[in-house]
């Protein structure tokens, strides 16, 4: 967590970039983590009693465990299901765990696999690892991210050209104006 001291504060949700919903410190308004989905469960079955003005991080992040472990031991598929459809899941074997560590994958111990997130800047580069399918989702994912970069770009120029033709504009009628200056003396 980011700021230990807002661990016993009442906590509001937010949503975040990339799908994600964070926990953020209601008094202080600072953000303290993702929500997990286990979280997100807990808190929405507290909004669901009208009784989440006053949860805390602490709370929120101990009933979660609570509840992954009761899914997990009830239900391993739906507790796979509960990372959400942004996690791609990899098929590492144990020798290559240091060069999986190394590109930022990360290990799910009750169920034994690594895993990484369609939006990671290191996902790329586990590949051999995914399925087909999961390479897709990643290809895709950066597809879009170039696609907005081009529309940033574009807009970027759009205004410089704006903004130069406005001081043009600006240097022209400052030109004309000394002229006209200029000339009343004559």
């Given amino acids: 967590m980011n700021n230990t001291t807002c661990t016993d504060h009442p906590i509001y949700l937010k949503e975040g970039k990339n799908n994600f919903t964070n926990i ?6 600072k953000y303290i983590k993702h929500a997990s989905q286990y979280e997100l469960k807990v808190y929405e079955q507290y909004l669901m ?4 003005y006053h949860i805390t991080v602490k709370q929120i992040i101990e009933e979660a465990q ?4 009761e899914t997990f031991h009830a239900d391993p598929e739906s507790y796979i299901d509960a990372f959400g459809n942004n996690v791609i899941w990899l098929d590492v074997h144990y020798r290559n765990k240091e060069v999986a560590k ?6 799910e111990p009750r169920i034994k696999m690594w895993y990484t997130y369609v939006d990671h800047p290191q996902a790329i580069k586990l590949i051999e690892w995914m399925t087909q399918q999961d390479i897709d989702r990643v290809q895709e994912h950066i597809l879009q991210q170039e696609h907005m970069t081009n529309i940033y770009k574009d807009i970027i120029d759009v205004r410089r050209k704006q903004l130069s033709i406005k001081r043009s504009e600006a240097n022209i009628k400052a030109s ?5 200056h200029n000339n009343n003396k004559a």
Wanted: charged share 30%; net charge neutral; glycine share 0%.
């Fill in 102 to 107: 190394q590109y930022k994958a990360l290990w």
């Fill in 24 to 29: 953020m410190c209601k008094l202080c308004d």
């Fill in 176 to 180: 004309m104006n000394t002229v006209k």
């Fill in 49 to 52: 009693n009208d009784e989440h």
């Fill in 66 to 69: 609570e509840l992954k472990a």
